[in-house]
C-alpha cells in the first residue's frame, strides 16, 4: 500500500523560510512524479512543484519560481520542499503527490499546514 507521510508545516512569519518533507513507501517502482501541491482556503488545489516521471526535471509554478527548491533522496523515497521568502499568499495545506507513470495511480499525503503571517 503506497502511503506518504508530510512534515515540517508550521507557522512562519513573512519572509521566513520552512521545509516540507515527504517520505513515500510501499511501491518498488521507478517511473513515477513526485512532488507538491497546495491549496489554500476557498481555492483549488493547485500545483507547486514537482519532478517529472520521466527524466526526472524539474516543475514550478510561476509564483514559487526563485523562492521555493525541490529535492529528493531516491534511497529515502523523499521529496523535500524549500520555501524561502515566504508571503502570506503561501498560506496554504500542501499535499505532497506521487503519480505512477505506467499504471497512472495516483496517492496524496494528508497535507501539512503552512501559515505565513506576522
Known amino acids: 500500500q503506497v502511503q506518504l507521510v508530510e512534515s515540517g508545516g508550521g507557522l512562519v512569519q513573512p519572509g521566513g523560510s520552512l521545509r516540507l518533507s515527504c517520505v513515500a513507501s510501499?511501491?518498488?517502482?521507478?517511473?513515477?512524479?513526485i512532488g507538491w501541491f497546495r491549496q489554500a482556503p476557498g481555492k483549488e488545489r493547485e500545483g507547486v512543484s514537482c519532478?517529472?516521471?520521466?527524466?526526472?526535471?524539474?516543475y514550478y509554478a510561476d509564483s514559487v519560481k526563485g523562492r521555493f527548491t525541490i529535492s529528493r533522496d531516491n534511497a529515502k523515497s523523499a521529496v523535500y520542499l524549500q520555501m524561502n521568502s515566504l508571503k502570506p499568499e503561501d498560506t496554504a495545506v500542501y499535499y505532497c503527490?506521487?503519480?505512477?507513470?505506467?499504471?497512472?495511480?495516483?496517492?496524496w499525503g494528508q497535507g501539512t499546514q503552512v501559515t505565513v503571517s506576522s
Open positions: 519532478f517529472r516521471s520521466i527524466g526526472g526535471s524539474t
Open positions: 503527490n506521487i503519480n505512477f507513470y505506467y499504471t497512472r495511480q495516483n496517492y
Open positions: 510501499g511501491f518498488t517502482v521507478d517511473s513515477y512524479a
